[in-house]
T-cell receptor, first 112, second 110 residues
Framework: GENVEQHPSTLSVQEGDSAVIKCTYSDSASNYFPWYKQELGKRPQLIIDIRSNVGEKKDQRIAVTLNKTAKHFSLHITETQPEDSAVYFCAALYHQGGKLIFGQGTELSVKP | DAGITQSPRHKVTETGTPVTLRCHQTENHRYMYWYRQDPGHGLRLIHYSYGVKDTDKGEVSDGYSVSRSKTEDFLLTLESATSSQTSVYFC?????????FGEGSRLTVL
């Protein structure tokens, strides 16, 4: 079936430290794996995505890695800042590219 | 921001009444989605559409129906609202890649 598991559900780090969030997906996912950030009271917004023909993608302090063999992908945030505090969601595309299924979310808290 | 609007943004209703939420886009995107967001459950897919009159179920479709008679509009209907359907509902649209969310509709069923 279609399933995305995300861990941890909460994560607290000190400002300047790194944060890592991991997701696993079930067999039938296709080739697109995005990450979304949701600030309190706002809509989720895309921060980075990766397609299955690459293993890693970086955008400034954010990077995503994909291991297709193990069926997992991870979000890495370096040099965290208080404004990184938010809920982060991973997702995977299923059903021939139509159905986007999200993980349960990780609440990241960056302490000054 | 992508051209996507939801209405109503807030609604309070009573158990057993019908409710329709509307999602409107100006981007001519093929895919449209309805998600619900509840604490501890993240974003769960209710239904999605891949074209006019083409819809499919998501993870939590029981108690919900959808219709898409025009490219720009995707309606979510609760035929008989229950308290368990109290939630924040997000519509989203997608073209070739990125998913864009609407601002959300907060529904309270008393």
């Amino acid at each position: 079936g279609e399933n995305v598991e995300q861990h941890p559900s909460t994560l607290s780090v000190q400002e300047g430290d790194s944060a890592v969030i991991k997701c696993t997906y079930s067999d039938s996912a296709s080739n697109y794996f995005p990450w979304y950030k949701q600030e309190l009271g706002k809509r989720p917004q895309l921060i980075i995505d990766i397609r299955s023909n690459v293993g890693e993608k970086k955008d400034q302090r954010i990077a995503v890695t994909l291991n297709k063999t193990a069926k997992h992908f991870s979000l890495h945030i370096t040099e965290t800042q208080p404004e990184d505090s938010a809920v982060y969601f991973c997702a995977a595309l299923y059903h021939q590219g139509g159905k986007l299924i999200f993980g349960q979310g990780t609440e990241l808290s960056v302490k000054p | 921001d992508a051209g996507i609007t939801q209405s109503p943004r807030h609604k309070v209703t009573e158990t057993g009444t019908p409710v329709t939420l509307r999602c409107h886009q100006t981007e001519n995107h093929r895919y449209m989605y309805w998600y619900r967001q509840d604490p501890g459950h993240g974003l769960r897919l209710i239904h999605y559409s891949y074209g006019v009159k083409d819809t499919d179920k998501g993870e939590v479709s029981d108690g919900y129906s959808v219709s898409r008679s025009k490219t720009e509009d995707f309606l979510l209907t609760l035929e008989s609202a229950t308290s368990s359907q109290t939630s924040v509902y997000f519509c989203a649209i997608r073209g070739a890649g990125e998913l864009f969310f609407g601002e959300g509709s907060r529904l309270t069923v008393l």
